[in-house]
């Protein structure tokens, strides 16, 4: 039998557990798939729906055809025991009215609604909420009450790269299920086969920046981070003789520029952050395999220069906590490149 599982890479182990909890019959009836984002969490969470909805499974087995009628209503979006809902496009919460229907129709509609009615066309219903930490307290509140009190026919999965977020309560009744980054070369294939990237070569390059993370790959291969990487990689190598603010500048008007919205800004400044790590451990790399044309090198000798270097990576990780902090982008970059601009100048003492 043909297998949808072959859709997914990775996540093997978690898919076992699942297949020995259904053969044991200890399925609990609520899990947080928890891990980074763009790793196959919600692509795992449909394929473990249409695997207990699939009529030519084998009893025991996490499997599904993707040819009976069950599948092929499930693939085709319309299968009446699986809902699914996730943050609207555009919001930076869940809506109540998913999880508990509009103000008109309170609790007559919506998520909790659906999984307290009768199965349709199969022995449960299934229920997926992606980005789950976006669930205000009202919504999470909401779903509490479901998860006190479950249905014995329901089975919800939520999906969550902060499970920290959701509230205790929440955390508390559901089994933990942790993913990690997928393998580079399980990264690279997806690439390709999703023809995301041109060529092998393309594909590996964003493979290793994207710390096992499809949608980090899919970034990197953005054309206009790809401009900003080889702005970055232009402005460090000439570094000691830059005008930080002219540099802080220069960058903070090209993010604004790619970004559409102050958390997409957030994330192309984590970009262009990790973008200048890069570009100081490539010299460090270089420096330490004899590259006796660095002026760096020749200016400050070989320990020192490393110390210098180290210095630096240690001031962009602080960058990156002040961004994280909801610090202003643009007040970041011209600290962090004035910091830079001294250091080089006056070596790692000037750090103290």
Not at 79 to 102: A, M, R, V
Not at 165 to 183: D, G, H, K, N
Request: one cysteine or more; proline letters at 5%.
């Amino acid at each position: 039998m043909a297998s949808v599982w072959t859709r997914l890479r990775g996540h093997q182990e978690q898919r076992a557990l699942f297949e020995r909890s259904l053969r044991n019959g200890r399925l609990s009836h609520a899990y947080v798939l928890a891990g980074p984002a763009g790793i196959g969490k919600r692509l795992f969470a449909r394929l473990l729906a249409q695997s207990l909805f699939c009529t030519a499974a084998t009893p025991g087995r996490l499997d599904a055809c993707g040819e009976c009628r069950n599948c092929r209503s499930f693939d085709s979006g319309n299968w009446p025991d699986y809902f699914e809902i996730g943050l609207p496009e555009g919001k930076t919460e869940i809506p109540l009215d998913l999880i508990l229907g509009s103000s008109e129709k309170r609790g007559r509609e919506g998520l909790c609604y659906e999984l307290s009615s009768a199965p349709l066309a199969s022995e449960r219903r299934i229920a997926v909420i992606d980005d789950a930490q976006r669930m205000n307290l009202d919504g999470g509140n909401a779903l509490l009450k479901t998860l006190e009190e479950p249905p014995a026919n329901a089975l919800i999965l939520l999906i969550s790269d902060s499970p920290e977020a959701l509230l205790p309560t929440i955390r508390s009744r559901c089994q933990l299920i942790r993913f990690f980054p997928l393998l580079q070369e399980d990264l690279e294939h997806l690439l390709l086969e999703k023809e995301l990237a041109a060529s092998q070569e393309e594909a590996r390059a964003a493979a290793v920046l994207a710390e096992g993370s499809l949608t980090q790959a899919e970034q990197l291969l953005n054309p206009e981070l790809r401009e900003l990487r080889e702005l970055v990689s232009r402005e460090f190598s000439t570094f000691e003789a830059m005008k930080p603010l002219d540099v802080a500048k220069q960058i903070a008007d090209r993010i604004e520029k790619i970004s559409g919205s102050t958390e997409e800004q957030r994330q192309n400044a984590r970009w262009l952050l990790s973008f200048l790590a890069d570009a100081v451990r490539l010299k460090l790399r270089r420096m330490s395999s004899g590259d006796l044309g660095d002026p760096l090198l020749q200016r400050m000798g070989l320990r020192c220069a490393s110390d210098l270097l180290a210095v630096l990576i240690d001031r962009i990780l602080l960058a990156t906590l002040h961004v994280d902090a909801n610090s202003p982008v643009r007040l970041v970059l011209e600290a962090l490149f004035d910091d830079l601009a001294r250091f080089m100048r006056l070596g790692p003492a000037s750090a103290r």
